[in-house]
C-alpha cells in the first residue's frame, strides 16, 4: 500500500552538473506525471506518461529536460547542465487512467 | 488554455472560525476542478473534487466547495477551522477530455489559523 516515492529528497547541484530524479509510482498506476514547483508558486505541468508512452512533453521548459519512462512503471527525469533556474521542488504523480492523481513528497533541488 | 486564479495569497484565520479560500478558473472546455492542500514538506493531497452532478461537494478534513459554473468559481469552505489546518492550499483544474489529463494549478493560498 506505498504511496509515490521519490528519490533523492534533496539534491544539491553546481550549475552545469546534470541531475536524475526519480519517482516510483503506486504499483499498477498507468499514468504518470512530472510538476515544477518554484519557490511560492503552484505546480507547473512538465510532462506526462501512459504506460511507457511519453504523451505530452509540452511542459518541458528546455531541451535539457528530458524524462523516461521505459518500462512503464518507474520513471526518471534528467536535467542536463543544470542552471539556477531550474531549482525548485520537483513532483511526481500517478494515476490510474483519468483518475485522482496521487502526488509524492518531491525533490527539492538547489542548483549554486 | 486553461487558467486558475486564487487571489488571497495569505488567509489568516482565528481557530474555530469559519473560513472561504476563493478559486476562480477560466478554460474553454469543460474541466474538472480540485483542490489539493499541502503541508510543509510534504507532497499534495487531495481534498476534494468536483466531476459532475451535485455542484456541493464535501472532502475530507471537514472542508466543502461549490462549483458555480456561470461565475466560473470553485471557492472552498469550511465551518470552523482547526490549528491543524494551516496549510497551503491549490486549487487545479484538468481537461474533460480523454487523455490530456494534466492539472492547472493557481498560485495557492497559505491559511493560518491563528489560536
Known amino acids: 500500500g506505498a504511496g509515490v516515492s521519490q528519490s533523492p529528497r534533496y539534491k544539491v547541484a553546481k550549475r552545469g552538473q546534470d541531475v536524475a530524479l526519480r519517482c516510483d509510482p503506486i504499483s499498477g498506476h498507468v499514468s504518470l506525471f512530472w510538476y515544477q514547483q518554484a519557490l511560492g508558486q503552484g505546480p507547473e505541468f512538465l510532462t506526462y506518461?501512459?504506460?511507457?508512452?511519453?504523451?505530452?512533453k509540452s511542459g518541458l521548459p528546455s531541451d535539457r529536460f528530458f524524462a523516461e519512462r521505459p518500462e512503464g512503471s518507474v520513471s526518471t527525469l534528467k536535467i542536463q547542465r543544470t542552471q539556477q533556474e531550474d531549482s525548485a521542488v520537483y513532483l511526481c504523480?500517478?494515476?490510474?487512467?483519468?483518475?485522482?492523481?496521487?502526488f509524492g513528497p518531491g525533490t527539492r533541488l538547489l542548483v549554486l | 488554455a486553461q487558467s486558475v486564479t486564487q487571489l488571497d495569497s495569505q488567509v489568516p484565520v482565528f481557530e474555530e472560525a469559519p473560513v472561504e479560500l476563493r478559486c476562480n478558473y477560466s478554460?474553454?472546455?469543460?474541466?474538472?476542478l480540485f483542490w489539493y492542500v499541502q503541508y510543509p514538506n510534504q507532497g499534495l493531497q487531495l481534498l476534494l473534487k468536483?466531476?459532475?452532478?451535485?455542484?456541493l461537494v464535501k472532502g475530507i478534513n471537514g472542508f466543502e466547495a461549490e462549483f458555480n459554473k456561470s461565475q466560473t468559481s470553485f471557492h472552498l469552505r469550511k465551518p470552523s477551522v482547526h490549528i491543524s489546518d494551516t496549510a497551503e492550499y491549490f486549487c487545479a483544474v484538468s481537461d474533460r477530455n480523454f487523455g490530456n489529463e494534466k492539472l492547472t494549478f493557481g498560485t495557492g493560498t497559505r491559511l493560518t489559523i491563528i489560536p
Open positions: 468536483y466531476l459532475s452532478g451535485s455542484t
Open positions: 478554460s474553454s472546455v469543460s474541466v474538472y
Open positions: 506518461f501512459q504506460n511507457e508512452a511519453q504523451l505530452d
Open positions: 504523480a500517478s494515476s490510474g487512467l483519468q483518475e485522482t492523481q496521487y
